[in-house]
């Protein structure tokens, strides 16, 4: 099965960017859907952004515009570029692989405060 490694979080004052990466390994993603999650206190665990093995992406509508994902199969890594950051994308970010099983990631902080 895949192992999954984020990294990348911190803290950024609203307005900011952030990149964070996942990198993988026990196996090539270039099969797998991949995306990130996050889950702010107190929250559910939500979907964030998705690539498809193809290179279709789909964002949730609160990152629309802001957020970028992208994967580079050749280094088993996928991306996420969060540039305006807002207060209310702090969270705890999970990279996730989907192929006929699910895997996570351990998760990367964010948090966005001024």
């Known amino acids: 099965q895949v192992q999954l490694v984020e990294s990348g979080g911190g803290l950024v004052q609203p307005g900011g960017s952030l990149r964070l990466s996942c990198a993988a390994s026990g196996s090539i993603i270039s099969l797998y859907v991949m995306g990130w999650y996050r889950q702010a206190p107190g929250k559910q665990r939500e979907p964030v952004a998705e690539?498809?093995?193809?290179?279709?992406?789909n964002y949730a509508d609160s990152v629309k515009g802001r957020f970028t994902i992208s994967r580079d199969n050749a280094k088993n890594t996928v991306r996420l570029q969060m540039n305006s950051l807002k207060p209310e994308d702090t969270a705890v970010y999970y990279c996730h692989a989907r192929l006929n099983y699910s895997a996570w990631g351990q998760g990367t902080q964010v948090i966005v405060a001024s």
């Open positions: 690539i498809t093995n193809g290179g279709r992406t």
